[in-house]
Structure formats: structure tokens, C-alpha cells
């Protein structure tokens, strides 16, 4: 289960002499859309990729109106910039939203993005909880083999009207991924806290990635990743907390931990530590071999499940 490792280092050694830099993978900047944010595009990681994460917290404008002329904003300055986008929508107040409006703005924004396709890597379900990650609300219950069945209609509605822009989706957990998306390959998830528990293959967790409960592993740590690394699936996305500062503690890991949950893109923003290692041109190339390389197996899993001719 760990030996990608001979296609995994033919493939860094054809990128360091060949490497081209995509928007579409690699590494990505961080940023929260609100009515008082900045709708622009940057770049400031050691490589040259322009690839944005961007949480969009509709309840901090007066309006939905509002909201859209400000992403309508931020989707002009990618395209002008060929910027593309990972993309979130949440509520700052999480607790307070009924399913009627989540609802509603899910099958709004669908539309919207869907409109603007072209420049979308990835979209990550969000709307459920803080962040929009689908914890800590009731419909989004610690152990998944007890949803309501209110808690199954509301993420399978968001999902699939996010199946409607045709891009790939990414949620937070693998045990929704394992309860209500087993065989889809248009899934993938994105880990928020890689490596925060060290990157032991049988007890490191990621802060709840690895071991919530689900209808097919219970919650079983190894058995959760074999199932998820070994299933096929679109893109992948992950990005660390403060505890993988101490645990990810040299490039081999973070290689290590990249490649073994296929992982596409990587948010540098923080810890420190982790975006100082890859100031070395050799751990920022075999990173970005290692995502490339996911990327492409990612778009082809989905492009061949969904018929599509090309991504």
C-alpha cells in the first residue's frame, strides 16, 4: 500500500528536467471572500503556480446580489490573471442556517459556477458547519453511521447540485466519502489537518480525517486509508495545522504523506515551517511531481467514469 514509490520517483526525476508549472495543481494561496475582502488574485508561495482556495461566507454580505457581483469580481481577475480556483462556500454563523437556505444557495451557486467552469480546479462541499466542513453542527454528526435522514438530504442535495458544474468535488471526511459516495469517482476529499498527528500509518489521524466512523470501516485507521488510497477518485486536496509543524518535520515526510494520499494540491500558507522546507528546489520539485502526477491520474478517474473527452 505505500510503494508508489519506483513510478513515483521516475516521475520526480522527469519533472526536474522537464518540470512546467500548472494552475491547475501544486501549491495554493488562501483566502476568505467577505463584503469587506479584496476580490483579487495573488501569488506569494516559492513557485510560480496560480492556484487560489477561496471560502466564500455569504452571510457577511447584505445580499446574495452582493455576493455575486463580488465573485463575479474575483472570477474576472482569474481569468484576466489565468488564476484557477478551489472553492468553498460557509456561513460565519454555521448554527443558525435552515436547510431551506442552504438549499437555495447551493442550486444558486451551482449555476454561477458552472458559468465560470473554465477556471474551477475543484469544489469543496462546504455550507455544513464551521468552515463549511461538515462537523460540529447536528446534520453533520460525529459518526456518520448515525445521520438522520435529514442529515443524508441535505449532503447529498449540496453534492449534487455541485455535480451539475462537472468539476471535481472534495469533502472534508472520507466517511461521507465511504457512506454515501463509495463507488463515485467525480469524489475526493480534502484533509485539513495533514500530518497533525505525525505520519505513522497506523495511528496518525489527521485530526479527525482517518478515524470518523463510517458505514464501511467503523472508523478503523489503516483499513480507512487502504480504502481510500486504493479507491479510484478525482482530485484530492489537503493543507496542515499548527501540530504538523512539529510532526512533518523534514521534506521526506511531507513527500512521503503527498504522495501516499495522492494528494494534488497543498495549501503553504501555514505552518511556517512547512513552507520554509519547500524553499529548496529539490523538496518544492518533488512536491509538485508528486501533485502533478496525482492531478493527472485524478482528471483521468473522472474524465472516464463521466464520459467526458477531455479535462
Known amino acids: 500500500m505505500h510503494s508508489n514509490f519506483i513510478m513515483t520517483t521516475i516521475f520526480i526525476f522527469v519533472n526536474l528536467c522537464f518540470h512546467r508549472v500548472d494552475a491547475k495543481w501544486g501549491f495554493y494561496n488562501a483566502m476568505d471572500l467577505t463584503a469587506d475582502s479584496n476580490a483579487g488574485v495573488w501569488n506569494d508561495l516559492p513557485n510560480v503556480n496560480k492556484l487560489m482556495r477561496v471560502t466564500v461566507y455569504l452571510d457577511s454580505f447584505e445580499s446574495r446580489e452582493a455576493a455575486d457581483q463580488k465573485l463575479n469580481t474575483l472570477f474576472q481577475n482569474a481569468h ?3 488564476f484557477h480556483l478551489i472553492i468553498r462556500f460557509a456561513y460565519k454563523d454555521y448554527q443558525n442556517q435552515d436547510t431551506f437556505t442552504i438549499k437555495a444557495d447551493s442550486a444558486r451557486y451551482a449555476q454561477l459556477l458552472k458559468t465560470n467552469r473554465t477556471i474551477i480546479t475543484a469544489i469543496q462541499a462546504g455550507f455544513l458547519g464551521p468552515w463549511g466542513e461538515w462537523h460540529d453542527i447536528a446534520t453533520t454528526p460525529w459518526d456518520t453511521t448515525k445521520d438522520t435522514s435529514d442529515a443524508k438530504n441535505i449532503k447529498q442535495y ?4 455541485w455535480k451539475k458544474v462537472g468539476r471535481p468535488i472534495q469533502l472534508r471526511y472520507p466517511a461521507d466519502i465511504a457512506t454515501y459516495y463509495r463507488n463515485d469517482a467525480m469524489i475526493g476529499m480534502h484533509d485539513d489537518c495533514l500530518g497533525a498527528q505525525g505520519v505513522d500509518w ?6 479527525g480525517t482517518w478515524d470518523k466512523p463510517n458505514t464501511l470501516t467503523r472508523g478503523d485507521i489503516p483499513a480507512t486509508k487502504t480504502w481510500m488510497i486504493t479507491r479510484k477518485s478525482s482530485l484530492s486536496n489537503a493543507e496542515s495545522c499548527s501540530d504538523a509543524g512539529d510532526s512533518i518535520s523534514n521534506c521526506k515526510d511531507l513527500l512521503n504523506v503527498l504522495d501516499l494520499y495522492k494528494i494534488s494540491s497543498y495549501n503553504l500558507d501555514y505552518p511556517a515551517n512547512i513552507k520554509n522546507m519547500v524553499q529548496d528546489s529539490s523538496c518544492q520539485k518533488g512536491a509538485l511531481a508528486i501533485m502533478h502526477k496525482w492531478y493527472l491520474s485524478g482528471m483521468t478517474n473522472m474524465t472516464r467514469s463521466q464520459n467526458m473527452t477531455s479535462f
Do not use: E, R
Not at 158 to 161: E, L, P, R
Not at 202 to 207: E, G, I, L, N
Open 158 to 161: 449540496i453534492v449534487n447540485q
Open 202 to 207: 497506523k495511528t496518525s489521524q489527521d485530526s
Open 80 to 82: 484576466k490573471n489565468a
